[in-house]
T-cell receptor, first 114, second 112 residues
């Protein structure tokens, strides 16, 4: 597709379950970012990938959060043993390379942990 | 950590009015960005500023990069109903892979 695609658009899960969120970046974009947006808040950086370099995980809030990027394209954000405070919109963005101003965002996955 | 303080948190205005919002930081940044987020969507970049004092327009939107490099403002002239949404300021950390730091957002409501 032409833009960043995220799936699912909505996810409801029970506390303690694991969830996987998927991001398909714009074709050819080497940089991929994950952000979290709590209700009524700005976006918080979680993790970014650039090409084949080791990812910058400095924004991950706990070791329950992890992310992979396979083949330099699709990325999966995994949250293990979900907690109610994990409820938020998780947004993915891609850009042609690190340092480029324009990051193109997907519509996000709204995660609700009951 | 680094933080952007955005104000006001919300605005409720009449169609046709002008709008002004701003963003401040205790740190110096080299880039200021303004994004708009519509409900259920990701943020979309409106304006990017790269130099202290820079004033840039995009249609009815005008943004300025403060001369101290610690602030920026966004003005919207002659607001229309489709201006409704949340406006975020952000800055880009070039030395940290280009990650973005966002303000808390200004929610704009426009009454026809």
């Amino acid at each position: 597709g032409a833009g960043v695609s995220q799936s699912p658009s909505n996810k409801v899960t029970e506390k303690g379950k694991d969830v996987e969120l998927r991001c398909d970046p714009i074709s050819g974009h080497t940089a991929l970012y994950w952000y979290r947006q709590r209700l009524g808040q700005g976006l918080e950086f979680l993790i970014y990938f650039q090409g084949n370099s080791a990812p910058d995980k400095s924004g991950l809030p706990s070791d329950r959060f992890s992310a992979e990027r396979t083949g330099g394209s699709v990325s999966t954000l995994t949250i293990q043993r979900t907690q109610q405070e994990d409820s938020a919109v998780y947004l993915c963005a891609s850009s042609p390379g690190t340092g480029d101003t324009i990051q193109y965002f997907g519509a996000g996955t709204r995660l609700s942990v009951l | 950590g680094q933080q952007l303080n955005q104000s006001p948190q919300s605005m409720f205005i009449q169609e046709g009015e002008d709008v002004s919002m701003n963003c401040t930081s205790s740190s110096i940044f080299n880039t200021w960005l303004w994004y708009k987020q519509d409900p259920g969507e990701g943020p979309v970049l409106l304006i990017a500023l790269y130099k202290a004092g820079e004033l840039t327009s995009n249609g009815r939107l005008t943004a300025q990069f403060g001369t101290t490099r610690k602030d920026s403002f966004l003005n919207i002239s002659a607001s229309i109903p489709s201006d409704v949404g949340i406006y975020f300021c952000a800055t880009l950390l070039y030395n940290q892979g280009g990650k973005l730091i966002f303000g808390q957002g200004t929610e704009l409501s426009v009454k026809p």
